[in-house]
């Protein structure tokens, strides 16, 4: 997912799966770290893999939500 389309494909997830969602995968699609604090808000999510991620800040970040 390229950065011009995080934020239709963050849209189209918190709409459609916001409820069901428990586990995601984006370490193939670079996700800005933007839309993946909208998409750690999810209230199922339990895992949300992202390797990518190098700064420590952004890490914390993510797991603090």
Do not use: A
């Amino acid at each position: 997912i390229k950065s011009s389309n995080d934020l239709n494909s963050v849209t189209m997830i918190l709409h459609h799966l916001k409820q069901t969602l428990e586990e995601l995968n984006v370490n193939d699609n670079k996700i800005n770290f933007e839309s993946l604090i909208q998409l750690k808000s999810l209230p199922s999510l339990k895992v949300l893999n992202c390797l990518y991620l190098h700064n420590f800040d952004e890490i914390e970040t993510l797991r603090s939500q």
